[in-house]
Each structure stands twice: as C-alpha cells, then as structure tokens.
C-alpha cells in the first residue's frame, strides 16, 4: 500500500523519477528538431506540426490510462488491492483496441488533411511522411501509458524513468543513424526520424513489460491474472477517464490550432516558435512531474480518509515548482539566443526568439502554480469540474490566438506568445478556487 506523507521528501521521492522520465520521454521531441535542424528548416517546421497531430490522438489514449492512474491510486489508499489488476487489464484492453485504430489512420488518411490545413505545400508533404512512418510506434507508445498509468498509480515512478530511458536512447543513437544515413543506413532525413522514433516507443513498452515480470509486486497487485474487458471496471473507467478523454483532447487541439494559426502568418513565425517550443516542452517538465505526482497522491490521500491533508499538500508541491522556474529563469532571460542557436543553423531567426521566450518564462511562472491546482482537481476525481475549467479556459485562449493571427498584419510572435501566459493564469485561477471550496470532499469514484 503506497504510504503517503504531506512532506516534501515524498512529494520529490515519487516526482524526481517522473521527473526523469519526462526529460528521456521528451528527447524524442528535441532530437528530431535538433537533428532535422542540421537538414533544412521546412523538415523541421514538419516534424513539429506531425509531432502535434500525433500527439491530439495520444493524448486521447493518455486521458483514459491518466484516470486508470487515479483508480489505482485510489484503490490501493483503500487497500482495494485486487481491484488493481482488474483496472489494470481493463486499460490495456482498451488502450490497444484505440491504438489499432489510430495506427491504420495514420498510415493511409492523414495526407488530404494536412494539404487542407497547411499554407506550405512542402510542409505538409513532409509531414505527411513523418506520420504515416512512424504510426506502428503508436502501439507501443499507448501501451507505454498503461504501465506508466500503473506504476505511478502505486507509488513506484523507478519503472517510468528507466522505460524513458530507454525511449530516449534508443531514439537518439537510431535518429543519429536513420536521419543521415550513416553507419551503412541509407540517408532518410524525416523517414529515418519517424522510424527512429517509432522503434524506440515500441522498446519503451518491452521495458515496462520486463520490468513488470523482474518485479515481484505483479503478483502482489494481482496483474498476472489476465482479465477481459468487465462492465464494473469499464463503468468505474468510462466515470473518471471520459471527461479527461475529452478535457485533454480539447487543450492539444487548441495547441495544435496556435501552431496552424502561426504557420499560415509565415514560414519564419512557424521556424521560430517551433524552435521556442522545443525549450518550452524542456522547461515545463518539472513542474509537470511534480503535477503528475500531485495527481496521484491526492487520489490516494481520499482513499486513505485525509481529505484534510490534501490542500497542505498542493501548496507544499507548489513551492517546489515555483522554485524550480525561479531556478532555471535566469536561462530564459539571459541566454535566448544560445538556446535557439542548439536547434537550429539558421543564425538569422535567432533574434525573433528572445521576446517570445520572455512569454514563455511568465507562462511557466503560472504554470508553476496552476498545473498543481489543475491536477488536484483530476486527483479527487471529479473531471468533470476539471473538463468545465479547461474549456473555459481553453476558449478564452483559442479567441485570443485567432484575433492575434488572422489579420492581414498578425501581432508580433512575443504578443501571439501571450496566450499561453493568459491560458495559464485563468486555468489556475479557476482550479483553486474549486479545490478550496472543499466540494470535492463529498464525491466517490
């Protein structure tokens, strides 16, 4: 049974490995926009539009194994320990179900629909290419999740930060090798990065399955008894995951249309915030460790019946994300142009990219507070209230982005850039309310 303090050594023991695993998971971002760099900005510009894309149906997938997390967790606070397995094999029955899907979409229906979207031809040639090659890896991504969805539920994120390392890896040795054609590898350039990464989310899943079978606790939550889809724990599921389903859906959708927007104001505004956005997803990824952490043990401090210790815990988590952004500020303001200058060999954008970079860090200043209150929200279980915030929110950020884009003279990138500082703010704002209202004390998943 996972066993939970209000202190900041637990928060950290079971948010570092996240932690960890996010800068592994993330490096596939950042290798094939680093190395795509070195072969020309519009494969680039591709891999992120088709990294996007990709993501708006993964995090579909995410969402359902994402409230898988919080039954687990709330399960074992109860020390409903069976129940663990059964929840477990529902996600996966699930989860593959939807990969399989996915997979055929992406291989033969996605080239129409960028051409429709995009305003460079070129663009979305390349990342039609992209796509279609790596959507075998999807399967292994999604059941990635369920183990993820799993380990961290009960307490044990070692299993996530080794099965990201090997993502990360595995990625970056075959991207080096796919993408410029060395050590005998014909020269494949965007292919070579998609089948990279494909490859090395199917090795992230073996790694979980591994070290699912090495360690002696499969037996203990009961995951070695296979079980098929059941209408109790698909019902317990459909309850918590099909509001985040559709809240998480909604928020890379929107992320997804800032991106498309942006694009169709120039070819240099899309260079450039795809740039920004690579240290961007770099950046926030201790603030969402430490929100993933929040998640779960907030779930698990309801089971166990100390509703009272949840808010002690939110701020407690708080003060160490807000630290962290602090911390790596002085990066942000200072040093803009070397961390443009890693992601691309084009010195004469670099400029563009200091005042949107400037955005990013006072959105990271929200973002540091408001995902910890967003994330307790998911935690009680009630992701309906979480769905209502994020479209709210959401909405306000799409309207702003549309006004700042579609002009015949759009906003300058750094004001574009805003909206995040403007989503970040009001989804917080919104989050905290609720979770000091106390409303949430009287509901059961």
Request: hydrophobic share 55%; net charge positive.
């Amino acid at each position: 049974m996972l066993k939970t303090s209000v202190t900041h050594k637990e928060i950290l023991k079971l948010g570092l490995p996240i932690y960890g695993g996010l800068i592994a998971s993330q490096s596939i971002l950042v290798a094939d926009t680093y190395f795509l760099g070195q072969v020309d900005a519009i494969q680039q510009s591709a891999v992120v539009i088709a990294g996007l894309f990709y993501m708006v149906f993964f995090i579909i997938g995410y969402g359902f194994t994402m409230g898988g997390q919080i039954l687990i967790a709330r399960r074992i606070g109860e020390n409903r320990i069976p129940e663990v397995g059964k929840l477990f094999w529902n996600i996966i029955n699930v989860s593959m179900i939807y990969a399989i899907l996915v997979c055929i979409f992406f291989m033969f229906f996605t080239y129409d629909l960028f051409y429709f979207m995009l305003k460079s031809d070129k663009i979305a040639s390349s990342a039609t290419v992209y796509l279609s090659n790596r959507a075998f890896g999807f399967l292994g991504t999604q059941l990635a999740w369920c183990f993820c969805a799993y380990n961290i539920g009960r307490g044990n994120s070692i299993a996530v930060t080794i099965a990201s390392a090997v993502n990360a890896i595995v990625n970056i040795i075959l991207a080096n090798l796919f993408i410029f054609g060395k050590a005998g590898f014909p020269k494949m350039e965007i292919k070579g990065a998609a089948i990279a990464s494909g490859i090395a989310d199917i090795c992230c899943a073996l790694t979980y399955v591994i070290y699912s079978l090495i360690n002696k606790d499969y037996k203990k939550y009961h995951i070695n008894r296979f079980v098929f889809l059941t209408k109790e724990h698909l019902r317990q599921l459909s309850k918590v995951s099909f509001w985040l389903v559709i809240q998480y859906s909604l928020s890379i959708i929107a992320w997804f249309y800032f991106f498309v927007w942006i694009e169709n104001t120039g070819e240099t505004n899309f260079e450039v915030s795809s740039i920004v956005r690579s240290i961007y997803a770099v950046f926030l990824m201790s603030p969402i460790a430490l929100s993933s952490a929040t998640n779960s043990l907030v779930s698990n401090l309801i089971g166990q019946k100390k509703e009272n210790e949840v808010i002690p815990l939110v701020y407690k988590v708080i003060k160490l994300s807000f630290f962290y952004v602090l911390l790596v500020a002085p990066l942000l303001i200072f040093t803009p142009g070397f961390l443009m200058d890693i992601f691309t060999q084009n010195e004469t954008i670099i400029p563009y990219g200091r005042l949107p970079l400037i955005s990013v860090f006072i959105a990271m200043l929200f973002f540091s507070v408001s995902s910890i209150f967003f994330q307790s929200v998911s935690g009680t279980g009630n992701t309906f209230i979480a769905l209502v915030i994020e479209s709210i929110c959401i909405a306000i950020y799409l309207i702003y982005t549309y006004v700042a884009t579609n002009k015949d003279a759009p906003f300058p990138l750094w004001i574009i850039w805003m909206a995040e500082v403007i989503y970040m703010f009001t989804f917080g704002l919104f989050s905290a309310i609720y979770m000091h209202s106390g409303k949430w004390k009287k509901l059961k998943i």
